[in-house]
């Protein structure tokens, strides 16, 4: 089982930029898919997780941000709007895999550079 994220690139200042990830492999079931990202000579940070009971965003990208999920999850978007250069970071997915009756993972994808410019 694998994460694959996409999406990432370079963007001015106000546009737009839209997230994939994706979860392939044998799969009995995705409890959550998380987008975090980091910023050079920052921590980590949680920016919008998805569930089966909803949705949930971190302070600095709600309202601007909007994650959704297809497929049972399979496939998880963040659709980023109005982006700052304070968004520039390498994001990741993670994503909490059953691959059989509890048998659970906590996945990783290799993260995609969102550079934006001023």
């Known amino acids: 089982v694998q994460v694959v994220e996409s999406g990432g690139g370079l963007v001015q200042a106000g546009g737009s930029l839209k997230l994939s990830c994706t979860v392939s492999?044998?799969?009995?079931?995705?409890?959550?898919v998380r987008w975090y990202r980091q910023a050079p000579g920052k921590e980590r940070e949680l920016v919008a997780s998805i569930t089966g009971d909803g949705v949930v965003y971190g302070n600095s990208v709600r309202g601007r941000f909007t994650i959704s999920g297809e497929n049972a999850m399979i496939t998880v978007y963040l659709q980023m709007t109005r982006l700052t250069p304070e968004d520039t970071a390498v994001y990741y997915c993670?994503?909490?895999?059953?691959?059989?009756?509890?048998?659970?993972?906590?996945?990783w994808g290799q993260g995609t550079q969102v550079t934006v410019s001023s």
């Open positions: 492999g044998s799969i009995y079931s995705i409890y959550s």
């Open positions: 993670n994503a909490n895999v059953a691959t059989g009756i509890a048998q659970w993972y906590d996945l």
